[in-house]
């Protein structure tokens, strides 16, 4: 842990999941964070009134929804989850996962917007969601139109580079094809025609990730609202997961001394 964690074993809270064991060789995935980070997030959720009982990587979690809703399949995936600092690319085969994670998300899109148009960021970032969800109407000869356009086509060949990287270093590592499709899922994935451009450039097909049809949900919600904001809930989904599949994933990664108060409050 210590030669492939990236800061010191005494900052960090880590732990590891057995990925695959053939009998010969086991394969072990490492995860860690800085604990600062870990109490810093805890800190805030129980301001609001919450207490953290685990903290997992959110990779493993898109596994787990992925395997809870499409558990018959047997075609190897990329499933990409674009967020808003980073991107996690997750390949899913009958072998096991292969995970990386892409320091690509949809603030770097915004940030080039802020820098070409001279605004701020939270000016760039809603100019960029007015953009592209149509809640506001641009004119052609809008200033701010060509740069939108130009930043995303530059955002999506970034993103693909990055995603045949990952792909290349996926068959050395595993000695398997390449992922015979991709599943797109989180807020970053909306942009306007990723689903297209990925298509083209990686020869797959490319479709969204939609694990509703395997949540039964609240009456005071309704079903619409799951709809309009399923892109956004794999990882809950894929926490759930591991309450009812035996085989999920996970490893939690809240800092020791909170579990230890947790416990030393429930013997109170």
């Given amino acids: 842990a210590q030669n492939n964690i990236p800061f010191p074993l005494a900052e960090a809270v880590w732990g590891s999941q057995v990925i695959s064991d053939d009998g010969i060789e086991t394969e072990v995935l490492l995860a860690a964070q800085k604990a600062e980070f870990a109490n810093r997030f805890c800190g805030l959720m129980s301001v609001i009134g919450f207490q953290p009982v685990s903290l997992q ?20 995936t990329l499933m990409i989850n674009v967020g808003a600092r980073s ?85 050395r590592a595993s000695n398997r094809a390449a992922p015979q499709r991709i599943l797109l899922t989180g807020r970053g994935s909306l942009l306007s025609g990723l689903p297209e451009f990925l298509s083209e450039n990686q020869k797959v097909s490319v479709d969204y990730f939609n694990p509703t049809g395997t949540v039964k949900v609240a009456s005071r919600l309704g079903q619409g609202l799951m709809e309009q904001y399923y892109y956004q809930i794999s990882e809950c989904v894929g926490d759930a997961a591991r309450l009812v599949q035996p085989d999920a994933m996970g490893v939690n990664l809240l800092p020791p001394l909170i579990r230890a108060r947790m416990a030393f409050n429930k013997k109170k």
């Fill in 57 to 76: 990587p959110s990779s493993f979690l898109d596994y787990n929804a992925y395997k809870l809703v499409h558990s018959a399949d047997t075609e190897d």
């Fill in 87 to 171: 991107t996690n690319l997750t390949f899913i085969s009958p072998a096991g996962l292969f995970i990386r994670n892409v320091n690509l998300g949809g603030n770097s899109f915004t940030q080039t917007v802020a820098d070409t148009l001279g605004k701020s960021f939270p000016q760039a970032e809603d100019l960029k969601i007015s953009f592209y969800t149509g809640q506001a109407v641009f004119q052609a000869d809008d200033p701010a139109v060509a740069p939108l356009q130009s930043k995303a086509q530059d955002f999506m060949r970034r993103l693909s580079q990055q995603i045949t990287q990952s792909i290349i270093a996926y068959r």
